[in-house]
């Protein structure tokens, strides 16, 4: 049961977010406005060296070389909407931003513990410490700049020729259709559904 005092925090607290995130939104809505002229083929660089700290290379290629970058850069030009578009492009000119400041570098030139430690800023400021507070966070303003990056990331990487056939078990044509298939030990998960 919640208290008359909570629910009025809850409130005072809702309509704090609301109103600090309505203005935050309208200055980055019109920084986004005005970069949108600019060519996104100057952050591809920048994008591959997120995606590739997000899936490194390891015993299966990484996200440079399944060329995610070009994925992500095709979903900003063709696909998504203008809200996640904005978050993205502001995330990135905030991370180049807080690269320069913190480590007195552009985030290509750092190393890659420093990379780590850059994303591991975005992915932990991202949300409130209260699971209430981020939920109504996350319901009004959409997914964060991180979140949206590690979405494409993956998704890209897992739609990549080299990210489906030699990250995931592929199986070109298969022949029979089987609703359940048992994992064995060390196995890929499955490219095809």
Same mark, same amino acid.
């Given at each position: 049961? %919640? @208290?008359?005092?909570?629910?009025?925090?809850?409130?005072?607290?809702?309509?704090?977010? /609301?109103?600090?995130? !309505?203005? @935050?939104?309208? !200055?980055?809505?019109?920084?986004? =406005? *005005?970069?949108?002229?600019?060519?996104?083929?100057? $952050?591809?660089? $920048? %994008?591959?060296? %997120?995606?590739? /700290?997000? %899936?490194?290379? @390891? *015993?299966?290629?990484?996200?440079?070389?399944?060329?995610?970058?070009?994925?992500?850069?095709?979903?900003?030009?063709?696909? =998504?909407? =203008?809200?996640?578009? *904005?978050? =993205?492009?502001?995330?990135?000119?905030?991370?180049?931003?807080?690269? $320069?400041?913190?480590?007195?570098?552009?985030?290509?030139?750092?190393?890659?513990?420093?990379?780590?430690?850059?994303?591991?800023?975005?992915?932990?400021?991202?949300?409130?410490?209260?699971?209430?507070?981020?939920?109504?966070?996350?319901?009004?303003?959409?997914?964060?700049?991180?979140?949206?990056?590690?979405?494409?990331? /993956?998704?890209? !990487?897992?739609?990549?020729?080299?990210?489906?056939?030699?990250?995931?078990?592929?199986?070109?044509?298969?022949?029979?259709? /089987?609703?359940?298939?048992?994992?064995?030990?060390?196995?890929?998960?499955?490219?095809?559904?």
């Amino acid at each position: 049961m %919640i @208290t008359r005092r909570q629910a009025i925090l809850i409130i005072v607290i809702t309509l704090f977010i /609301v109103f600090t995130g !309505y203005f @935050t939104i309208k !200055y980055k809505h019109n920084r986004a =406005i *005005n970069n949108k002229n600019k060519n996104l083929n100057d $952050l591809r660089e $920048l %994008i591959a060296d %997120i995606a590739e /700290v997000i %899936i490194p290379a @390891t *015993n299966s290629p990484g996200a440079k070389e399944a060329r995610v970058a070009d994925y992500i850069l095709n979903v900003l030009e063709n696909c =998504i909407e =203008i809200k996640n578009f *904005n978050i =993205i492009l502001n995330g990135l000119e905030d991370l180049k931003e807080y690269s $320069l400041k913190t480590y007195s570098t552009s985030f290509e030139k750092c190393t890659l513990k420093n990379k780590i430690a850059v994303l591991e800023h975005f992915e932990k400021n991202k949300l409130f410490k209260n699971l209430l507070l981020s939920k109504i966070q996350r319901k009004i303003f959409g997914q964060s700049f991180f979140e949206q990056m590690k979405w494409l990331t /993956v998704s890209g !990487y897992c739609q990549s020729k080299i990210g489906a056939t030699q990250a995931l078990a592929y199986d070109h044509i298969p022949i029979d259709y /089987v609703s359940c298939i048992p994992y064995f030990p060390n196995q890929k998960s499955w490219a095809t559904k």
